[in-house]
């Protein structure tokens, strides 16, 4: 099921998922894992604790920030070791970055399902749905702040 929240940039990956076979969808991840931003040098110093992901097997970091009304994310994540959580992060920050908070929140919950339907990653689902979960608890956030001025 494509939902209609969704920025279009994650709709149209949600599309062309659906038309490739398991291995090709592998393919895809390995290809989107790739494109993840490298983490700009500003956020490398900050204390850990506060942007750790603990429900995900994989160690990663999730980095917010909060601009002119905008949300940018960043991740630290070893895409070697890791090419599912880097693509999915990838794939999710493609369609979120540099807008508003309200984008993020209106992600259906289901989207890491619907991006592992078939793949044969079920047991990948709950720390990758708890990264989304952080996303949205940041974009939250960020909004409360921007109407809270």
Same mark, same amino acid.
């Given at each position: ?5 969704? %920025? %279009?940039?994650?709709?149209?990956? $949600?599309?062309?998922?659906?038309? $490739?076979? &398991?291995?090709?969808?592998? #393919? ?5 894992? &790739?494109?993840?931003?490298? !983490? ?5 110093? !900050? %204390? ?9 097997? *994989?160690?990663?970091? =999730?980095?917010?920030? +909060?601009?002119?009304?905008?949300? +940018? ?10 090419? *599912?959580?880097?693509? =999915?992060?990838? =794939? ?6 540099? #807008? %508003?908070?309200? *984008? *993020?929140?209106a992600i259906p919950g289901d989207l890491v ?8 990653? /079920?047991? &990948?689902?709950? /720390? ?9 608890? +940041? ?5 409360? #702040?921007?109407?809270?001025?």
């Open positions: 099921m494509i939902n209609g929240s969704l %920025p %279009p940039q994650i709709d149209r990956v $949600l599309r062309y998922f659906s038309g $490739l076979s &398991r291995e090709e969808r592998m #393919q895809a991840l390995a290809s989107y894992s &790739r494109k993840l931003e490298p !983490l700009p040098d500003r956020f490398k110093d !900050l %204390p850990r604790e506060a942007f750790s992901v603990p429900e995900c097997q *994989t160690p990663v970091e =999730i980095f917010p920030e +909060h601009r002119d009304g905008r949300m +940018h994310f960043y991740a630290e994540v070893d895409a070697r070791r890791s090419p *599912t959580v880097a693509a =999915i992060l990838a =794939i999710v920050f493609a369609g979120v970055n540099d #807008q %508003p908070p309200a *984008t *993020t929140l399902r619907q991006l592992m339907d078939n793949i044969g990653l /079920g047991a &990948r689902e709950a /720390g990758l749905n708890a990264m989304l979960m952080r996303l949205k608890r +940041h974009a939250a956030d960020a909004e409360g #702040q921007s109407n809270g001025r």
